[in-house]
């Protein structure tokens, strides 16, 4: 029997497109919402840009008010494949953090996909990167997407998570170190910039420069953050991530580093692939930071 469909209005801030009522095995039920949200950000050749993101929120309906969860996405290597995207969901481990309590909202950014526009990401050649830079463009796109959060009459306010995978794992790093409407924790899933898999695995361009960066936002981080990452990377191999977040630290951020077990050939895939080994020392943490889940 096919699950019903449930036609919202959805517009303080945002333009309602679609949504989907998914009704599960236990009762719950999961509305899936898309809106869209106004951003202003900066290029690197210094241009400003406004653009509505395309975002996805996955949302248990029977709970009346639940924390915030922004959920954001990576970074493909070729501008074609970004365009091709489509609308980020990550529907398997947004379910899961719905089932935690939150209410999911997953970005799809300036540049990508259902979204579109100019690469506001862009931190330059392998030689001369800028990340944060590239970096501050999704920093200000997660600051939207919780400002907008922050409206909704199911989210209780001022109790806000941020979680990314890869370039979306350093803009969650990133962001801890600003101030994000009501964010309280952050979680980095094998973040990272300027690698290749294919041509310099485990060899990012101008390391150097990533473990800078990581060490820049260890002197304003904000939040508790959790850094998790698989040995067998072939972005970033098993012993960068493990110094930048060693500069991290030694900078004054809060953060707690988990090694997750090798994954198939390439453990950067483990946040969509391996979801049985990130998701325990993630529920430790969320309980830690005062999240525990809801009883079923």
Known sequence: MPSPVLIRTFLPLAMCLSSLLIVGPARTAIIEEVVKVPVTVKTMS??????DIVVTVLRDDSRAKSPYLILNHGRAGQESERRAMGRAVYRKQSEWFVAQGFTVFVPTRIGYGATGGDDAENTGSCTTKNYPL??????????????YAQTATYITPNRGVIVGQSVGGMATIAASARSVPGA???INVSGGAGGDPIRTPETPCRADLLADTFAQYGRTSRIPTLWLYSPNDRYWGPDLPKAWFARFKANGGNGQFVALPPFHDDGHRSFTGNIEAWTIPVAQFL??????APSP
């Open 46 to 51: 210094g241009d400003t840009v406004t653009h």
């Open 134 to 147: 590239g970096t501050e463009a999704a920093v200000e796109q997660i600051k939207a997407v919780a400002r």
């Open 184 to 186: 309280r924790a952050g």
């Open 287 to 292: 309980k830690q930071n005062g999240f525990p």
